[in-house]
């Protein structure tokens, strides 16, 4: 939440002199571009999503929400909600995997062995081929 106030009020009290750096560099003007559209278009929401389902656009819609002037109370809370859904999620889904942790490792070991073995065998085959061929190659 920290980051996300510093983003508004830097966008509101210098919105004119982002525009100008942000204009020197193609991406992230592109980049903030459509963070301050997405803004404008869709308020509030559109900060809950950018807090946790569009959030690289996040710092840029922060920039762009507090340059375009929107209520500090509105963004705030709208923020404060994003940044829930956020948190919630991964500790929701860390305390359902953490049952799972030892099967987790055990799979995961066993897919590892797997493509090794199984990046030994292609590499063997191709190496085998090109022996192949050169001796073939040979005999002509």
Request: charged residues 15%; contains cysteine.
């Amino acid at each position: 939440m920290l980051g996300d106030q510093a983003g508004y009020q830097l966008g509101r009290s210098s919105g004119q002199w982002i525009d100008e750096k942000m204009a020197h560099r193609p991406k992230r003007q592109q980049l903030f571009t459509r963070a301050r559209e997405f803004t404008l278009n869709r308020g509030g929401p559109g900060i809950f999503l950018t807090c946790w389902l569009f959030a690289p656009l996040g710092p840029y819609a922060n920039l762009a929400a507090g340059a375009s002037r929107m209520n500090w109370l509105t963004f705030t809370l709208w923020g404060l909600a994003g940044e829930v859904v956020w948190v919630g999620l991964y500790v929701g889904l860390g305390r359902v995997f953490a049952e799972n942790i030892e099967l987790g490792a055990q799979v995961a070991s066993q897919a590892l062995g797997f493509l090794a073995a199984l990046g030994l065998t292609i590499f063997l085959g191709v190496w085998l081929m090109r022996v192949i061929r050169r001796q073939n190659s040979r005999e002509d």
